[in-house]
Nanobody, 119 residues
Framework: QVQLVESGGGLVQAGGSLRLSCAASGSIFNINAMGWFRQTPGKQRELVAVVISDGSTNYADSVKGRFTISRDNAKNTVYLQMNSLKPEDTSVYYC?????????????WGQGTQVTVSS
């Protein structure tokens, strides 16, 4: 099992920036992808950004050009740089990791960090 610890959330004014971090520890091997999701009350959890093991990235349309995901393999840490934040970005952000152990694959989640963007 992989443990994920997130940090960097908070309150920011519209147009501001925040950087989220997620450090992974535990049985870390064969990580396929690490990413960020977000969820607001009454809505489904949605993908924000993901970085695949080959370094490729994918973003939700709503954050393209504003958010950047990156990964430090040496530190087993994934980052989400969020610029030009909008009130609609307000949500709880969750880090996740997809990995396999033998023939079994898993998805683990962080505890979530609140991001609030004021208008």
């Amino acid at each position: 099992q992989v443990q994920l610890v997130e940090s960097g959330g908070g309150l920011v004014q519209a147009g501001g920036s925040l950087r989220l971090s997620c450090a992974a520890s535990g049985s870390i091997f064969n990580i396929n992808a690490m990413g960020w999701f977000r969820q607001t009350p009454g809505k489904q959890r949605e993908l924000v950004a993901v970085v695949i093991s080959d370094g490729s990235t994918n973003y939700a349309d709503s954050v393209k050009g504003r958010f950047t995901i990156s990964r430090d393999n040496a530190k087993n840490t994934v980052y989400l740089q969020m610029n030009s934040l909008k009130p609609e970005d307000t949500s709880v952000y969750y880090c996740n990791v997809d990995y396999c152990s033998g023939l079994t694959c898993f998805r683990d989640w962080g505890q979530g960090t609140q991001v609030t963007v004021s208008s």
